[in-house]
């Protein structure tokens, strides 16, 4: 059964600058490294069927460099041989060339139905991997960045069905059983779906367990699978292995839970999510249900009884819904008319007008209720916490980037507030402050809007500047607020001013499309099909 649970988000006025007078352009150049690559990088572009807006936010704008959280300025791409490769930065003056640290089995271009090869960094030393294909691999690295104690070893491999990316995972150990939960991303065709593009997103939250330290095998031991109509914009399992986090435009609903993959072959199809009977909307005066009839139904096979706390609906002498009513209606104004389109519309009236109706008939879950536009903007600052039967949901408008600034918790996301861009940090075990604001890029929110052609956006762990690329060639990154080294007043007030955020831009010296992008506190890295660029943001620590 699921739950909502509405929670709002905390904003400390501390972290907030209402004098924050906007970026002022700086035009030091910043010192921007090229290392070529010694094969492409495996970009997989969209197949002709893969054409809906989902697909593109899935895989059109994949990122395809990884930041390894756990080490400083280590970061990893797939190429086209299949190979993993890393590039660590010790000194940007004395850079190496990327190095091969494991190489897939798969032959990638053998594969016409692929997606792009996916790793998530999971522990010190572990990593998940997908090759693309819909085979999940486990991989024991040892201390990554060590030349003594690293080596990337399969300790689990399994084919999972159809091609997946990873979008997180998690370490988890409990008593003497080792277990890696890992969230998988599909967008798959629905052939019921006759209303929207035919395709719905699957999370498929995967558990690979060893029981104990005499068993070297790791097998699964759970299979969780969620079914959404829109890719989410955030997804993270919590540390403790009990639920997972979503910031998504529409919801996402359990359709198989806690099976393991014995039981998952003997699933009844029939138990899958079904459509909805009927979809209802409400204002603050009435309620809307709408009834998709069948072919031969008529006027006369319609049976609708209005009470105070109660309704009764019989269509062709069956019951279709009865129940109490979530509060009172007007039930002598309560009407239903037949449309054109061969739909039943009931109209309900409230009694108390302004009241919000979390359900229409108590208890009864065969309906879905259809937010408008008004109430889809006046939900857009809340979000709903995911357990395994709460939901999270956030209008897609809100939502900026994410990024990992402590690889143990959860990964911070980043969302418009106003002009401001806050950055908040989920704490699942925190019922009472689940989300904390942690940091403001001032103005950020409205900056952001006007860059028509980004691609990728990110900021430092430590909040020091946030950066997104275009498509092409050019980087905006915009610093917090530093003291001014020499006397600056403001025109209009005849202020002296303490501090300026400023905006550098650094542009790319190559034509090819921007494939990845990631920030840490001293540098930015930039991916392009034949070139790794690295940008020195800070200079210290």
Aim: glycine share 4%; proline share 4%.
């Amino acid at each position: 059964m699921e739950v909502a649970a509405n929670c709002s988000l905390r904003v400390k006025r501390p972290l907030l600058d209402p004098r924050f007078e906007g970026y002022k352009l700086s035009l030091e150049p910043l010192p921007c490294y090229q290392l070529e690559l010694d094969a492409a990088v495996a970009e997989v572009k969209l197949r002709d069927d893969q054409y809906t807006l989902e697909h593109m936010h899935a895989f059109g704008m994949y990122n395809y460099l990884h930041c390894d959280s756990w080490y400083q300025d280590s970061v990893y791409y797939v190429d086209n041989l299949g190979r993993i490769m890393n590039l660590t930065v010790m000194l940007d003056t004395a850079l190496g060339k990327p190095r091969e640290v494991f190489r897939l089995p798969t032959d990638l271009i053998a594969y016409d139905d692929r997606l792009c090869a996916s790793i998530h960094f999971t522990s010190s030393t572990w990593v998940t991997l997908s090759d693309g294909t819909g085979r999940l691999y486990l991989i024991g690295t040892g201390e990554r960045g060590n030349s003594a104690s690293e080596k990337w070893e399969i300790m689990f491999n399994e084919e999972l069905g159809n091609p997946f990316i990873i979008i997180h995972s998690i370490s988890l150990l409990k008593a003497e059983e080792h277990s890696i939960a890992t969230l998988l991303l599909r967008i798959e065709r629905e052939e019921l779906d006759m209303k929207g593009s035919g395709f719905c997103v699957s999370l498929e939250w995967v558990t690979i367990s060893k029981k104990n330290k005499d068993k070297r095998k790791y097998e699964i031991t759970k299979r969780n699978i969620l079914h959404g109509k829109s890719v989410p914009h955030y997804a993270a399992i919590e540390p403790d292995g009990n639920g997972l986090m979503i910031v998504s435009y529409k919801s996402f609903t359990f359709v198989q839970v806690g099976q393991n993959l014995e039981e998952s072959k003997d699933e009844d199809m029939s138990e899958k999510i079904k459509e909805p009977l009927y979809y209802w909307q409400q204002t603050e005066d009435d309620l809307t249900v709408t009834v998709s009839l069948p072919e031969d139904c008529t006027k006369e096979d319609i049976q609708i009884q209005f009470l105070p706390d109660h309704v009764n609906v019989v269509l062709k002498g069956q019951r279709f819904l009865e129940g109490n009513l979530y509060s009172s209606i007007d039930h002598e104004s309560s009407t239903w008319i037949i449309k054109e389109n061969n739909s039943l519309e009931i109209s309900l009236i409230k009694k108390n007008e302004g009241l919000t109706w979390p359900e229409l008939v108590v208890g009864d879950k065969q309906g879905e209720f259809i937010r408008d536009s008004a109430q889809c903007a006046a939900i857009a600052e809340r979000l709903m916490h995911l357990t395994s039967d709460e939901l999270v949901n956030l209008g897609s408008n809100q939502y900026l980037f994410s990024v990992i600034v402590d690889p143990k918790e959860m990964p911070c996301f980043c969302l418009r507030h106003d002009v401001d861009a806050l950055l908040w940090q989920p704490h699942s075990s925190n019922q009472d402050d689940m989300w904390e604001h942690i940091a403001t890029f001032n103005a950020l929110g409205y900056v952001q809007a006007s860059k028509r052609d980004k691609k990728f956006f990110a900021c430092a762990p430590n909040y020091s500047y946030a950066a997104l690329c275009e498509c092409l060639r050019r980087v905006f990154i915009y610093r917090q607020p530093t003291p001014m080294s020499t006397v600056l007043y403001n025109r209009k007030e005849g202020r002296q001013v303490g501090q300026v955020a400023k905006q550098q831009v650094a542009s790319l010296e190559t034509s090819d499309p921007i494939l990845g992008f990631q920030a840490t506190n001293e540098r930015l890295f930039v991916l392009t099909t034949k070139n790794l660029f690295l940008i020195k943001v800070n200079t210290e620590n």
